[in-house]
Structures are given as C-alpha cells and as structure tokens.
C-alpha cells in the first residue's frame, strides 16, 4: 500500500487573515490523528500569485487510504475543518496516492 498526499487551499473570507490560528489549530489536532505521518500548513510567500489567489495551504501525509478515510470524520478533525469552514470563501482539496 502506499500513502496519501491531502492538500487543501484555502482562501480567507475578506475580514481578515487567519492563517496564523489555522496553523495553530492542524498542528494542535491534526498530529494526534492515527495514520498521519506529518502535517504542514502555512501562508503563501509565492511572488507569482495575483489578487484573489488562494491564502493558506494545510498538507497532510497519510499512511494509506484507510487512514484517510478515517481522518474526516475524526473529532481532532473537526475544529480545524470547523474553522476553515467558518472563516474561507473557497476552498480547494485535492488527494494523490504516493508512489
């Protein structure tokens, strides 16, 4: 079996930045998950984007499918997809397996 690539972009609702908690709330919850193997998020330092690009990226590595599956409706999940959920106005999530 191989793992699970999950990449989700977001971008913030106009009222402000919230990147800092986001970062905050997947390294707080998301490490205690079964099956994730690493965690990193952060705010986009590219110098290619334009107006209206995407704000914050969260990258999760998973050990299989499975553990995927099992992620999205874990408790420790649901304060950080509360949040994203609560505070963005488009949001992208996008799943490779890892070969």
């Keep these: ?5 999950h990449v989700v972009l977001v971008q913030w609702n106009a009222d402000g930045d919230r990147s ?3 970062d905050s ?3 707080e919850h998301l490490t205690k998950i ?3 193997l690493s965690v990193q998020s ?3 330092v590219s ?3 334009k107006e209206g690009d995407f704000d914050w990226m969260l990258v999760v590595e998973f050990r299989d499918r499975e553990s995927l599956a099992a992620y999205l409706p874990h408790p420790s999940h649901q304060p950080v997809g509360q ?5 963005s106005q488009h949001v992208v999530v996008f799943d490779i397996d890892q070969s």
């Design 25 to 27: 709330l997947a390294r």
């Design 20 to 22: 800092a908690e986001a």
């Design 42 to 44: 952060g705010s986009s």
């Design 83 to 87: 949040f994203i959920g609560a505070g």
């Design 34 to 36: 079964e099956g994730v």
């Design 1 to 5: 079996m191989s793992g699970v690539t």
């Design 47 to 49: 110098t290619e984007g």
